[in-house]
């Protein structure tokens, strides 16, 4: 495939990006006045106006970032609601305010590491929680210039896609396999801090080189969003061209 179809490639693939999520499906929405309100088509101009919103609520707001674990995981309609009530009591429990989350979140926005993820999935779940999807979304959604979400899908698309995309671009940063690549049924983990760092670089990489191919001002978020939406119709994406 030559460098202009690669680039239309990953062009369609955000295009086509679509996580409709209805918020007022929550169903403890009448505790929270004024939220759990919205409705989002779920394409990429409409997901970014969530992302805003939270930005500017969330150093004084709980209430945002419940909606946040809510539309996280929405498309998992047997446990949004227990996983949202779940956040919303480890909260509450543990008496940590808004700032006290946002806190957390810019201090590993301003230096990624596995300690500080650890850090905010615990102030969500428990002392003991090791999954990492939930307490990944808030960074994606403070500076999504930089930071991509990361889930089991695109862990199964490094999974198959990673040999391939690190070959095309050997000086770039390279894919690192997820822990266990063979089961990726199972959900992201303190364990996957190696795939997950090199998803952040990958993805800021390739946002730049985007960039500099194409006239749209491609955000690390954009690049996760394209490969949701490719893997998610079966599609793997093309490398591109490093220049």
Known sequence: MGATEAREAWQRALGQYCYQVDLTRFEDREQF????????????????????PFRE????????????VFW?????????????????????ASGLSAADLWWRCCEYVRDPSKGRLKAIARALLSEEARSIAIGATFPAF???????????????????CAPCHNAADPTGPQ????????????????????????????????????RSQ??????????????????????????????
């Open 214 to 243: 194409t006239d749209f001002e491609w955000r690390a978020r954009d690049v996760e969003m394209a490969v949701f939406s490719a893997w998610g119709n079966g599609r793997a994406l093309p490398p591109l061209s490093t220049r």
């Open 72 to 92: 996280k995981m929405f498309s998992q309609a047997g446990r949004r609601d227990k996983q949202t009530r779940a956040v919303i009591k480890r909260i509450t």
């Open 57 to 68: 609520r969330a150093p004084r707001h709980l209430e945002v970032w419940y909606e946040v």
């Open 175 to 210: 894919l690192v396999l997820p822990a266990y690549p063979g089961n990726r049924t199972t959900v992201l983990t303190l364990s996957d801090w190696p795939f997950i760092e090199s998803w952040l670089r990958w993805c800021r990489h390739t946002a730049s080189k985007l």
């Open 142 to 160: 403070m500076a999504p210039e930089r930071f991509p979400m990361v889930d089991t899908r695109v862990a199964k698309w490094a999974t198959a």
């Open 33 to 52: 006045p004024g939220y759990f309100a919205e409705q989002i088509p779920g394409n990429r101009d409409t997901t970014k106006d969530v992302e805003d």
